[in-house]
């Protein structure tokens, strides 16, 4: 077995990646979209989900001899090569911080573990079903899926299309009944088969009953709509979802949900990647798991505007011109902030970065604006105060009206285990909440989760 783990935003020779060389030409240079295309499960969806993952984003990109890791984190495989992509604040052997915002923003309990060992396949399995109630409930926010199916009937009421080779086979002698079928719109139709395939399936694992206590309205809801579920039609029903790939627009949660539960059905007799050339895996997009989970802890005194999601939208200009979407607006209107999450080492934020964030405080008439990441060293918040005057003028001076300041989240890594991990960033958490002065105790975040 030919394992290989590198670390997020990092580069690394070329020559380092030889024991897989022959995964790495197939996932260097390329795009996420196009990954995804290939069987890469990408979270959360690559182009329409993520504020910051865009379809031109790569996993590994070539820059000259070395290739530079992104924000992305998680695990890819081939035949017999394993490659995982770690966070920076992994200490080699656990990723801590990384099953944090796992557990925190996807509710994934702390099972998952990305180490390349023999068993993979099974630990990248377990995962896509700990995945699953995110899913579901993202996509039954938009409601039951309806569509419309075929229906066969056999009786004297006809309301639809005769099927004369089903009606010699079922009535003949004749007694009185039609062989016939029409189209319907219906709640229990192959997606809501394929959903409750899944959740059947799930309950049927050790911990699927514990999962699936965190989704209990929406598995009902499902349950109810699919009176005609058989046990025996599972393969039926995963082929239908293969021909029948959700498209609309509205849905697209529900392809999401519709691409990770024939995944898992398919999974049960297979193992993942089965094949010398079939790349698979999961990828996750650190820098929307870290603004996620940003919004978790400062959420009650920001507004959040989501990219994607197309809330919140902000405009530069009058008439509408010049669609923006700061990270995070204050609710605070005498003194507003504005804060930019950035997944990234403190020393990479700049250039970019600055003019981007001068330009919402510009436009919601704030006088500081935060660059919120996450770092390993105790560093004091860097304050960054604005120029006036113009250097031909010989004129320069510090603003005392207005700065930017670099506040990080200190992420342990002196810890022996994950509940040590816990306790120590619950305490990074709060020094950092309590530098807007807010009340870190009261926020339901810190609420404990049950599985």
């Not at 990723?95 to 509710?107: A, I």
Request: net charge neutral; glycine share 6%; proline share 2%.
């Amino acid at each position: 077995m030919k394992q290989f783990k590198i670390k997020d935003n990092c580069l690394k020779k070329k020559e380092d990646f030889y024991m897989v060389s022959g995964l790495v030409e197939q996932v260097a240079d390329k795009t996420l979209q196009q990954l995804e295309c290939e069987g890469i499960f990408i979270f959360p969806e690559a182009v329409k989900v993520s504020e910051d993952i865009t379809k031109d984003q790569m996993v590994l990109q070539s820059v000259n001899d070395k290739y530079r890791s992104g924000n992305v984190m998680g695990f890819i495989g081939m035949g017999d090569e394993r490659f995982t992509i770690e966070s920076r604040f992994s200490n080699g052997k656990e990723d801590y911080f990384f099953q944090y915002l796992l557990e925190r923003v996807l509710e994934v309990p702390n099972i998952v573990n990305l180490d390349t060992e023999a068993n993979q396949n099974n630990k990248l399995y377990n995962l896509l079903m700990f995945l699953f109630p995110h899913y579901l409930r993202t996509a039954m926010r938009k409601g039951l899926y309806k569509a419309y199916i075929r229906k066969e009937y056999n009786d004297g009421n006809v309301r639809g299309t005769i099927d004369v080779a089903r009606h010699i086979k079922k009535n003949i002698p004749f007694t009185g009944k039609i062989a016939y079928y029409q189209r319907e719109y219906n709640y229990d139709n192959y997606l809501m088969e394929l959903v409750r395939h899944t959740i059947e399936y799930m309950k049927s694992k050790s911990y699927g009953n514990k999962l699936m206590n965190t989704i209990k309205d929406e598995a009902n809801l499902v349950i109810e709509a699919t009176p005609e579920y058989n046990a025996s039609d599972r393969r039926r029903i995963i082929e239908a979802n293969q021909r029948n790939v959700v498209r609309h627009a509205f849905y697209n949660e529900y392809r999401a949900l519709q691409q990770l539960c024939i995944l898992i059905l398919r999974n049960e007799k297979h193992q993942i990647g089965l094949g010398t050339k079939r790349i698979y895996g999961i990828l996750f997009d650190g820098a929307w798991l870290w603004e996620e989970y940003t919004n978790l802890l400062i959420g009650e005194m920001f507004f959040h505007p989501m990219n994607k999601g197309g809330q919140g939208a902000q405009w530069l200009f009058a008439g509408d011109t010049g669609l923006i979407y700061p990270d995070f607006i204050s609710k605070n209107q005498n003194e507003r902030i504005i804060a930019d999450a950035k997944y990234k080492p403190v020393e990479n934020i700049g250039n970019k970065d600055y003019l981007q964030v001068l330009a919402y405080m510009l436009r919601f008439d704030a006088k500081q604006g935060y660059y919120l990441y996450p770092e390993n060293q105790n560093r004091n918040s860097l304050e960054l105060r604005v120029n006036s005057g113009v250097s031909f003028e010989k004129n320069i001076i510090p603003r005392e009206d207005m700065k930017v300041i670099k506040h990080g989240l200190l992420i342990p890594d002196k810890v022996s285990n994950y509940e040590e991990f816990v306790q120590s960033i619950r305490q990074s958490e709060k020094k950092f909440v309590e530098y807007f002065g807010f009340n870190y105790n009261s926020m339901d975040f810190i609420k404990e989760r049950q599985f």
